[in-house]
């Protein structure tokens, strides 16, 4: 009796529980902060999803580098990197989990970068865990590389998102395995001393859809909380996230951006 009575309470306690909204980190927050004038909170679970766009050019072969571009891999040349602790092969490295990120030798500041990337063919993991990486430019400020092929997660946190502060304007995702490319067009800030005198700006091409628009980088990107520009800098190398998940990248060269003579 006592048995059966503990064993009703259980399920009365697993349906109350199923009939209850419970908080899913994975898929967001409802108690991170905001930035100022950012009607969002970071990762916010109610941050609408922008439209899904298919791209025409999944998959598509590298082109090749403009003339005056500084190649960064070519899929075999890894003398560029001052560390880059992950996989090599067939053209492309490949994150290895738990080994560090993939960092230039070079420090850079405005500059258009372009690379191409590919998460898991074999779906793994869900939300965040999902074919996660990042082109971390200037190594604080980051374009999310997430599979964002019909992969819930917080809007701000999926592919070709500014990680914790805008979400892409569309979701122009490919299928896992399948090669995707992201064009950044990015200004580094400027400080005077201690003091920011101007903000970084991003705009981002995903599998040739502007997916972000001139931005205003709102300062380092952290998971669930608020950026800033406490830390002034110079030109810093740029970083290519390791998030534990096996995400392949290649052809990665970018050009330093010059005013108009
Ligand atoms: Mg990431």
């Known amino acids: 009796m006592l048995k059966n009575t503990l064993i009703l309470t259980a399920a009365l306690a697993a349906s109350a529980l199923a009939q209850t909204p419970q908080p899913n980190h994975d898929l967001g927050y409802d108690n991170t902060p905001t930035y100022p004038g950012m ?16 791209p025409g050019m999944c998959n598509a072969p590298s082109l090749k580098p403009p003339s005056d571009a500084e190649v960064l891999f070519d899929g075999k040349d890894t003398s560029k990197w001052s560390q880059l602790p992950w996989k090599l092969e067939n053209g492309y490295m490949e994150v290895i989990p738990h080994k560090g990120g993939a960092i230039t030798k070079e420090a850079f500041g405005d500059i258009q ?7 898991p063919a074999k779906i793994e993991g869900a939300s ?9 430019l200037m190594g604080k400020y980051e374009v999310q590389v997430l599979d964002s092929y019909q992969n819930p997660t917080y809007a701000d946190g999926q592919a070709a998102a500014i990680y914790g502060q805008y979400t892409p304007l569309v979701n122009a995702s490919c299928k896992p395995g399948e090669w995707q490319f992201y064009d950044i067009i990015f200004e580094a800030p400027k400080f005077e001393g201690s003091k920011l005198v101007k903000p970084a700006f991003v705009t981002v091409i995903h599998n040739g859809v502007i997916v972000e628009n001139h931005e205003q980088i709102l300062g380092t990107t952290p998971h669930a909380q608020v950026g800033n520009y406490n830390t002034p800098h110079g030109d810093l190398p740029l970083e290519l996230q390791n998030h534990n998940t096996s995400v392949r990248y290649r052809n990665i060269w970018v050009r330093r951006l010059k005013p108009r003579i």
């Not at 970068?113 to 998460?119: D, F, I, N, V």
């Open 39 to 54: 009607k969002w909170r970071v990762h916010d679970s109610t941050r609408p999803h922008p439209e899904v766009v298919t």
């Open 113 to 119: 970068l372009h690379l191409e990337w590919a998460s």
């Open 128 to 136: 965040q865990n999902r074919g996660n990486s990042g082109v971390m």
